[in-house]
């Protein structure tokens, strides 16, 4: 097992969000801090509700991968399976379930309260990515686990469908963006220590953001326009208010990791 530290900056994050949160919370309950507790148990069994309703949603369309059981028919959810296998070897990650999904996005992601946790892959991914940079992913979608993400992210889906004020919804929305934000640093390394690589992982975080590359020379023009990221106003003005960083402050964070 090759578990990477998170990334420095999360755990600050997290406790100042946390902080942040809870005054939150105690001035929108009013004069007693016994609602406080009720509202959590609240956001607790509409969370657990979503969930459930999302994973039957996901099983009605998607591809269940043969995590623990191969086929035996050498067809790609096997090779997919044995991937998963790689990954959780690498990074010490309990049981997961695993899904593709048809649709024509280039993405993956990780949800649940309780165990197995489930990782989602959407089936454009198998077609242009190799093995490598699969499992970057994969092992990225398994850092959210090993490092306890999935659970407090699954709840904040939940908050997300809860009633309150608008000041308190926004409060909410930006203070844990900027806590997953830092998670995706940390993924990334999981990424990176499970397949071995850190060129694979710039490689298959370039294609999560333009498509398709086949040649160094298409990896080249493709790091050429995400770096303009770094001075659009517009993508900054985007990051601000999104669970993830752009993906040129992600690969520079990698380039700086491994050195």
């Known amino acids: 097992m090759n578990r990477p530290s998170r990334d420095p900056s999360e755990i600050p994050i997290l406790l100042t969000t946390l902080v942040l949160v809870g005054g939150v919370l105690l001035f929108t309950a009013g004069a007693t801090i016994c609602v406080i507790p009720v509202l959590l148990l609240v956001l607790v069994g509409f969370s657990y509700q979503a969930n459930q309703a999302h994973h ?40 997961v379930d695993v899904f593709v999904v048809p649709g024509h996005q280039v993405n993956a992601y990780t949800f649940g ?13 198998l077609r242009i990515m190799d093995a490598d940079e699969l499992r970057f992913v994969i092992g990225h979608e ?6 306890g993400h999935t659970w407090l992210n699954t709840l904040l889906g939940g908050m997300a469908g809860m009633p309150a004020s608008l000041g308190a ?13 830092a998670c995706e640093y940390s993924c990334d390394r999981a ?6 690589s850190m060129i694979k ?18 990896l080249k023009r493709a790091l ?24 040129a402050k992600r690969i520079k964070a990698l380039q700086v990791y491994s050195r």
């Open 56 to 95: 039957q949603a996901l099983m009605r369309q998607a591809y269940r991968v043969p995590v623990d059981q191969p086929t035996g028919l050498g067809d790609v959810m096997d090779q997919v399976g044995q991937l998963v296998r790689d990954c959780q070897k690498a990074l010490g990650c309990d049981e």
């Open 113 to 125: 309260l309780n165990s197995p946790k489930i990782i989602v892959l959407y089936e454009p991914m």
């Open 142 to 147: 398994m850092g959210h686990i090993v490092y």
């Open 169 to 181: 919804a926004v409060v909410f929305t930006f203070a844990f963006r900027w806590w997953n934000r």
């Open 191 to 196: 990424g990176v220590a499970a397949c071995g």
């Open 201 to 218: 992982g710039v490689s298959a975080l370039a294609q999560l953001a333009v498509g398709d590359i086949d040649t160094a020379g298409e």
């Open 224 to 247: 050429e326009v995400i770096e303009q990221q770094d001075d659009s106003l517009e993508s900054i003005m985007g990051e601000a208010i999104s669970d993830h960083p752009m993906i």
